[in-house]
C-alpha cells in the first residue's frame, strides 16, 4: 500500500529561524508527484510546493524549498526565515499513477514570536 | 472560477439522521475528491471520481456512507443514519489530471449528538 508518513506530529520555532519538516513515502512507482499543503486555523488547504518525480533538482518557492531524496523515498519541507502567519498544520502529499492524493497525518507547526 | 464551493460550512445534527454534504468542483477539473479530516486520522480519502465516474471507494468506512456525481459541476456525500463517530470536516477538491494540484473547498464541519 502507497503511504505518506510525518513523524513530527508538532514543532515549534522562533520567528526568523529556519525549521524543516520530514516527510517519507512508500511507493513502487517510478513517475509520481508530491506536494506540501499548509492549512491554516481558517481551514483552508493552500499549496505551498510541488516536486515531479523525474526532477532532480529541489523545488523552490521564495521562502519554502524541498530535499527530494528519491531513492530514499523522503521529501523534506524547508521554511526559512519563519513568520507568525506560517503557524499552521503541513501536510506532506503523494500521487500515484491513478491519480489518488494521499495525505500524510500532518505536522503542526508553531512559530513563536 | 469562485474555487470549490462546498455547502453547508458546519453542520449538527441528531445520531440517527441523514446528512448531505454538497460539493461544486472549479469547472472543467476531471477528478474530486472527498476527503474526511480528524485528529486521530488526518485526512483520510474516502473516495474519488473522474470524469463523473467513480474510481475507488476504498476509504468509503462503511455502507452508510454513499457518494454520487450525477454531473461534472455536482456532488454529494451521504450519511445515512448518521453516528457521532462520523463527526469530522469533510473536505471535497477537484484538479486536472495529476499535473496539477488538488483545489480545495472550505470544507463542512459536521458534529453528530
Known sequence: AQTVTQSQPEMSVQEAETVTLSCTYDTSENNYYLFWYKQPPSRQMILVIRQEAYKQQNATENRFSVNFQKAAKSFSLKISDSQLGDTAMYFCAFIDRDDKIIFGKGTRLHILP | ?113
Open chain 2, 1 to 113: 472560477d469562485a474555487g470549490v464551493i462546498q455547502s453547508p460550512r458546519h453542520e449538527v445534527t441528531e445520531m440517527g439522521q441523514e446528512v448531505t454534504l454538497r460539493c461544486k468542483p472549479i469547472s472543467g477539473h476531471d477528478y474530486l475528491f472527498w476527503y474526511r479530516q480528524t485528529m486521530m486520522r488526518g485526512l483520510e480519502l474516502l473516495i474519488y471520481f473522474n470524469n463523473n465516474v467513480p474510481i475507488d471507494d476504498s476509504g468509503m468506512p462503511e455502507d452508510r456512507f454513499s457518494a454520487k456525481m450525477p454531473n461534472a459541476s455536482f456532488s454529494t456525500l451521504k450519511i445515512q443514519p448518521s453516528e457521532p463517530r462520523d463527526s469530522a470536516v469533510y473536505f471535497c477538491a477537484s484538479s486536472f489530471p495529476r499535473i496539477t494540484e488538488a483545489f480545495f473547498g472550505q470544507g463542512t464541519r459536521l458534529t453528530v449528538v
